[in-house]
């Protein structure tokens, strides 16, 4: 039996519970094998700033291509021989990987990634990032109704951990 000491202490934070900090994010695409998931590396709403932008590419032979600019990336979807949009050269898994090679983003594609993304897409924002509850030591725990919190990692607004949990008895 492992035994740790927790440290109950009375609420010190503005929001309702203790919250961890995320990651801004955008989706792009469709199906199970055609979503693009992009997140910004950062955590809080500085991610929220920036945006993606799909266009199509024009010309013969293209490839798809992913680029940063000024808290905007811009996807150009790649072309065939005869100039119309590839199916081949744009397929979730392929962008994916082109964005997750820009310095601070991460994407992922669902399922196998081979459904194509098949048309521009408007400039898009990300959205979602959020900074976290500071803790000043691990182990804290905060009873906010109905919930206990527990800071298992301690750490300022882009480096804690709570974990929420309700006792049981047995």
């Known amino acids: 039996m492992t035994y740790q000491e927790w440290i109950l202490e009375t609420k010190w934070f503005p929001e309702a519970n203790p919250v961890n900090p995320k990651y801004s994010s955008i989706s792009i695409g469709s199906g199970d094998n055609g979503v693009v998931t992009v997140s910004y590396g950062i955590t809080g709403t500085s991610g929220n700033d920036y945006s993606l932008e799909v266009v199509a590419g024009s010309g013969l032979n293209i490839a798809m291509t992913a680029t940063i600019t000024d808290k905007k990336i811009t ?95 047995y």
């Open 75 to 169: 996807i150009t979807l790649g072309t065939d021989g005869a100039g119309a949009l590839s199916a081949t050269k744009n397929t979730a898994t392929l962008i994916a990987t082109a964005v997750d090679a820009l310095n601070g983003f991460n994407a992922v594609a669902s399922g196998t990634g081979v459904t194509a993304i098949t048309g521009a897409i408007a400039n898009a924002n990300f959205s979602g990032g959020q900074y976290g509850t500071p803790c000043p030591e691990q182990n804290v725990l905060v009873y906010a109704t109905p919930y206990y919190y527990l800071c298992t990692i301690a750490g300022n607004k882009d480096d804690v951990e709570w974990k929420r949990f309700t006792p049981s008895t």
